[in-house]
């Protein structure tokens, strides 16, 4: 029976799900399947052959305590320029903190969809308080705005959303989680390198000890700089001669703003739009390692969320093309500064969020075409499944760690395209449940 879907107003029949099994059944033929089919073929009086001996593979290093740990760290710390007094202080009384390695190894198995994450950032408190805050600061932005050619309202959002304003920066002691991490987290290394940074701001007298507090992961301050990006990016621009992201809001919407501009922000520029697709538009392009001018996007149906001429900038300029909750949700164009926002947060849930409340202060942003809330996400274990499934049936995702990311759609549109369905390359239930009919 052939499978009937609609899409676009009109019915299209794809391959029945017979034609399929055998398609796909030879997109999974493997040289591992060929070895077994020869092997049974081979005669059962087959001479065994004798195994060699097996090695006894070394036994893994022990770990170390963490006082051994600490003592070879300290010796590292003096060695790239840590005063003995400064590292004796920071570490005094310093232990493990159980609560940062369970932080470190936990993978949620729900995740909240795109709409919903939106509806908290984009809440009517959040726009109420960063309006009030637009005025109070106004001085202080413009000359921020000035130097470094950063919109103000996406800084005062990066504000928002980082640490609600300065009040939510994270209440762990800097030194100790970072300490945990590079004991015994899962990136040893990054703590390491980031520790080592931690201990190079107290060593400068940006902040004490006791108030160099942040996330468990080591974010730190009113705009969450991990220690390294802080060492590298921060400003002070108050005055006082040192860079206070924790207490001077100055500093802290300085230095995202020094950052953003040090990570290609384009003064001026927008950072994306809704937009509305054609009837019969191709999908597979939708994928942000794919650019394309704003005159090839008009060409190829794509207009504004109102359906007119698109008006984001020279036609010239490049785009992608970004459905965040697949064919079925909103569209947008997202340019330039939607990666330069990524940059500070590899998120593009995150981005759009950054540009849409970004907007919603300056009397815009609402997206018109609605979410597909009836499609629920999927939980990591179904994720697990999605993968494992479709490398069973030829198409690799790159991996099986329940993360949706390049490799994995880029195998969920294959998948698609052989199947004939919106090749959008977004994890939908519907499709594991397509995946799990060819067992």
Same mark, same amino acid.
């Given at each position: 029976m052939p499978i009937t879907i609609r899409r676009s107003g009109k019915t299209a029949h794809y391959l029945g799900t017979a034609a399929l099994t055998v398609l796909l059944a030879a997109c999974a033929d493997t040289p591992i399947q060929q070895a077994h089919a020869e092997a049974t073929s081979k005669p059962a009086t087959a001479t065994p052959v004798p195994l060699p001996p097996q090695s006894s593979a070394p036994a893994p290093a022990p770990q170390p305590t963490f006082d051994q740990w600490r003592d070879l760290f300290r010796e590292q710390a003096l060695a790239a320029g840590i005063s003995a007094p400064l590292f004796d202080q920071a570490f005094a009384g310093v232990i493990p903190d159980p609560g940062i390695l369970r932080a470190d190894s936990s993978q949620p198995e729900f995740?909240?969809?795109?709409?919903?994450?939106? +509806?908290?950032?984009?809440?009517?408190?959040?726009?109420?308080?960063a309006r009030g805050l637009l005025d109070q600061h106004a001085a202080t932005l413009a000359a921020i705005e000035?130097?470094?050619g950063v919109d103000r309202h996406v800084l005062v959002a990066i504000w928002g959303l980082e640490s609600n304003f300065g009040s939510n920066m994270g209440d762990n002691y800097v030194i100790r989680a970072l300490a945990t991490l590079a004991h015994q987290g899962r990136r040893p290394d990054f703590a390491h390198a980031q520790l080592l940074a931690a201990l190079e701001?107290?060593?400068?007298? +940006?902040?004490?000890?006791?108030?160099?507090?942040?996330?468990?992961?080591?974010?730190?301050?009113?705009?969450?700089?991990?220690p390294t990006t802080y060492n590298s990016h921060a400003v002070d621009f108050d005055g006082d001669n040192?860079? +206070?992201?924790?207490?001077?809001?100055?500093?802290?919407?300085?230095?995202?703003?020094?950052?953003?501009?040090?990570?290609?922000?384009?003064?001026?520029?927008?950072?994306?739009?809704?937009?509305?697709?054609?009837?019969?538009?191709?999908?597979?392009?939708?994928d942000t390692s794919i650019r394309k001018p704003l005159a090839e996007w008009a060409d190829l149906g794509v207009r504004n969320a109102q359906g007119g001429p698109l008006q984001l900038g020279e036609a010239s300029q490049s785009a992608?093309?970004?459905?965040?909750?697949?064919?079925?949700?909103?569209?947008?164009?997202?340019?330039?500064?939607?990666?330069?926002?990524?940059?500070?947060?590899?998120?593009?849930?995150?981005?759009?969020?950054?540009?849409?409340l970004a907007e919603r202060l300056q009397g815009r942003g609402n997206v018109l075409a609605a979410w597909?809330?009836? +499609?629920?996400?999927?939980?990591?274990?179904e994720r697990l499944e999605l993968q494992e499934r479709l490398r069973a049936v030829g198409f690799d995702p790159g991996g099986v760690d329940g993360i949706i990311g390049a490799n994995t759609r880029q195998a969920l549109r294959q998948f698609q395209i052989a199947l004939g369905l919106p090749a959008d390359g977004y994890p939908s239930k519907p499709l594991l449940d397509t995946l799990r009919s060819f067992q």
């Open positions: 995740t909240r969809p795109v709409w919903e994450y939106l +509806d908290g950032a984009l809440s009517s408190t959040r726009i109420s308080r000035q130097r470094y701001i107290l060593e400068r007298g +940006d902040i004490s000890p006791d108030g160099m507090l942040g996330s468990w992961a080591g974010a730190m301050g009113q705009t969450q700089f991990i040192k860079r +206070d992201i924790w207490n001077s809001s100055a500093d802290a919407l300085a230095s995202a703003a020094n950052y953003l501009r040090v990570s290609n922000w384009q003064s001026g520029h927008p950072w994306g739009a809704e937009v509305t697709l054609g009837e019969d538009f191709d999908y597979a392009l939708a992608s093309l970004l459905l965040p909750a697949g064919h079925r949700g909103p569209a947008f164009l997202v340019m330039n500064n939607f990666r330069s926002i990524l940059r500070y947060n590899n998120s593009t849930s995150y981005a759009l969020a950054i540009g849409l597909p809330t009836d +499609d629920k996400p999927l939980s990591r274990t």
